[in-house]
């Protein structure tokens, strides 16, 4: 093609986007958000032609340039307009839009799956459109990506899987896991999310169809977070399955075989963790989605030589402690007042055991830090499981739930009894906050939440946390329309806006509630409403990758709940808004992980990250480190492509 026609068609394509933006305002927020790689330092690649077309981390697509095209032999193998990144998306969009004529409503949106397929599709082969197009929408599209419609994508895995995505060790690889992880094509891993897919969400053992969970988490790291997505990595470790419908269907495609359990399991997992830090001695390691029985052992077994952490135990009760301080705050006291909170907790597995453990310590160091602190915190939480009110009079009582444990003889003076129902405790205790992890829908009954009206708080709060929406304890509109509007309401999974005729002293009034993509990133509430999801705690991983600590200690966990706790305004809060939006998350993100790498440096585990080794990141101010975390952000921009001989 001729330099002149070449120009021409720039000129055009100019003009087009022009008209575009004119059509399409967010065009125009989209394109400030993409800074130009002219000027960049070029990537030097090792494959030409079609290898590059079908690599979706160095895919451009219609967007390469004609030099390009020639430089890499690229001519003659795609059409010959060559468009912008704005009309690659703009064009991307019109195609997903056309599937949400009908459909805007969240969660119970019929096309959520045809979304995920057509999202699936741009991430095989073009990351940077896909990740342009997510940080976009974020909003829009978290809930596709990732919870709820996650759930669903796993439990459909068998017939949605097209391409790998991510790394799958099982336990016929034992032996071969220190080769086999030379397969991947990266050099550098920052960040590992694994799952053994026994607890997926609310959904239970998925087996190895819980590799979605993974992907969506790191696909909400690498949006939210800035990760790199060349150097994230989703694994699945297949120990089996105990799903018996798993078990038998002729298409699944996981190991059929029941789950190792005992020394044989921790075998598996201790071979993969020595395999991926041998070769990326750098990288985080996120437990995802384990069954409790071994959250809490691997969590143990790893966390004090591995750089390691468990989302479900220590990142959602990060987001828990920041949203349970935010609701003291909303009652217009202090957050000293915290230990004062009577909380009822339903569910006593992974998650909810976490949460109770870190509110407990965050009480006690209010406390004064001491062992008489550490007991008078205990007496502050009621919990119950599947069985009821847990006392000491529980048989086979589950170690990790034993100091929550309520003394029998106290319990009796409350009017309660051991296996006491979650009605009969919310009813004795009249708590300040109801905290549902329990994985069971609609547990916050229309009783329950009566129950909740005699709270003697004077605002009191609803977490319904589980996963995926169908398993949330209570949806928003039950509770604002059975307990009041006077509430704080947050959940785990987004809800679809919902208009409210509710009941106040000054007459009838409509309330819209909205909730986002919360625990990475709480909650974007136009009144009360908020998604709690531990999702902000991906940004534990950029904190701990750029401050290059050597494990992630209780502090640093702490510093990110706290940083999370104090973002949201003290106006905000009083309105009840105790999560920042979705849409502030990168923002966000630069806070928390600054909070977490200055942390880090306190507890001298900082090593430092590439040029910046622990004497220089010792030196940095608060300014300088938020301003050393921001510039590490990766952003979707095509960078310039230049073919390298191998
Ligand atoms: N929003 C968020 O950030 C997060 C949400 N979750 C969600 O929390 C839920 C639980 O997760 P895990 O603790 O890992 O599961 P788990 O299976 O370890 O624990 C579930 C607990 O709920 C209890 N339970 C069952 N039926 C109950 C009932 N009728 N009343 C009271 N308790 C009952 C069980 O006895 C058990 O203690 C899942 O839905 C998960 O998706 C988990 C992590 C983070
Ligand atoms: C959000 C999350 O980690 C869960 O539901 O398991
Ligand atoms: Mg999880």
């Known amino acids: 093609m001729s330099s002149k026609l070449y120009g021409q068609m720039r000129a055009s394509s100019s003009s087009v986007l022009k008209r575009l933006k004119q059509k399409n305002p967010w065009l125009s927020q989209w394109s400030r958000s993409f800074t130009t790689t002219e000027g960049h330092r070029p990537t030097m690649v090792h494959k030409r032609s079609l290898d590059i077309l079908h690599d979706p981390w160095f895919n451009k697509g219609t967007a390469f340039t004609m030099t390009e095209r020639d430089r890499l032999d690229l001519r003659g193998l795609l059409p010959p307009n060559v468009m912008s990144t704005e009309q690659q998306i703009e064009r991307f969009m019109a195609d997903l839009k056309r599937l949400e004529v009908q459909a805007r409503d969240g969660p119970s949106d019929p096309y959520a799956?045809?979304?995920?397929?057509?999202?699936?599709?741009?991430?095989?082969?073009?990351?940077?459109?896909?990740y342009n197009v997510l940080i976009a929408n974020i909003e829009e599209y978290a809930p596709i990506v990732y919870t709820p419609t996650v759930g669903l994508v796993c439990q459909n895995y068998s017939g949605l899987f097209r391409r790998p995505r991510g790394m799958y060790f099982s336990a016929e690889d034992r032996g071969e896991m220190m080769s086999m992880v030379y397969n991947w094509p990266a050099d550098q891993v920052d960040m590992i999310v694994v799952t053994d897919g026994s607890r997926i969400l609310g959904l239970g053992d998925l087996g190895v169809q819980g590799i979605g969970i993974a992907i969506g988490k790191l696909d909400l790291y690498v949006a939210a977070a800035g990760i790199n997505p060349q150097r994230v990595l989703p694994v699945m470790i297949d120990v089996g399955t105990n799903n018996e419908k798993l078990l038998k269907d002729p298409l699944y495609l996981g190991?059929?075989?029941h789950r190792l359990d005992g020394d044989e399991y921790i075998a598996v997992v201790d071979e993969f963790m020595e395999a991926v830090f041998t070769r990326w001695p750098h990288v985080t390691v996120q437990f995802e989605d384990f069954q409790s029985k071994w959250a809490f052992k691997l969590l143990q077994r790893y966390r004090t030589t591995y750089r390691m952490f468990n989302d479900d135990v220590q990142g959602t009760a990060g987001v828990a402690i920041a949203g349970l301080l935010g609701a003291v705050r909303a009652q217009g006291r202090p957050m000293i007042d915290f230990p004062k909170q009577k909380i009822v907790v339903a569910g006593a597995g992974s998650a909810g055991i976490g949460v109770l453990n870190a509110a407990r310590k965050t009480m006690a160091?209010?406390?004064?830090?001491?062992?008489?602190?550490?007991?008078?915190?205990?007496?502050?939480?009621?919990v119950v499981d599947a069985n009821g009110l847990i006392t000491d009079e529980r048989e086979n009582i589950d170690p990790d739930a034993l100091p929550f444990a309520r003394k029998i003889k106290e319990i009796h003076r409350q009017g309660l009894r051991e296996g006491a129902s979650l009605v009969e405790v919310v009813k004795q205790v009249k708590p300040d906050v109801l905290l549902g992890l329990s994985a069971v829908g609609g547990l916050f009954s229309k009783e329950v939440l009566e129950a909740l009206k005699c709270s003697t708080s004077t605002r009191p709060a609803i977490f319904a946390m589980s996963n995926p929406t169908k398993n949330a304890e209570c949806t928003p509109e039950e509770a604002f329309s059975i307990v009041g509007d006077n509430i704080v309401f947050a959940s785990g999974s987004p809800f679809k806006d919902v208009d409210l005729e509710l009941q106040s002293k000054s007459g009838t009034r409509s309330a819209k509630f909205s909730s986002i993509l919360g625990k990475f990133f709480a909650g974007m509430p136009s009144l009360q409403s908020v998604e709690i999801n531990n999702n902000p705690f991906s940004v534990i991983g950029l904190g701990t990758l750029l401050s290059g600590s050597r494990i992630i200690s209780d502090g640093m966990l702490q510093a990110a709940a706290e940083c999370l706790a104090a973002y949201m305004s003290e106006e905000?809060?009083?309105?009840?808004?105790?999560?920042?939006?979705?849409?502030?998350?990168?923002d966000i993100t630069k806070e928390v992980a600054a909070a977490v790498i200055k942390e880090s440096i306190e507890e001298d585990l900082a090593e430092g990250y590439r040029e910046m080794d622990a004497r220089e990141l010792q030196k940095l101010s608060q300014e300088e480190i938020l301003e050393y975390v921001k510039?590490?952000?990766?952003?979707?921009?095509?960078?310039?492509?230049?073919?390298?001989?191998?």
Request: proline share 4%.
């Open 113 to 130: 799956l045809a979304k995920w397929r057509i999202l699936n599709r741009l991430h095989d082969r073009n990351e940077t459109m896909y």
């Open 255 to 257: 190991l059929q075989r």
């Open 365 to 382: 160091r209010m406390l004064g830090n001491n062992e008489s602190a550490y007991e008078s915190a205990l007496r502050q939480f009621w």
């Open 572 to 586: 905000e809060v009083l309105k009840g808004v105790i999560y920042p939006s979705i849409s502030s998350i990168r």
């Open 631 to 646: 510039n590490n952000m990766w952003s979707p921009e095509y960078p310039t492509l230049v073919y390298k001989q191998d």
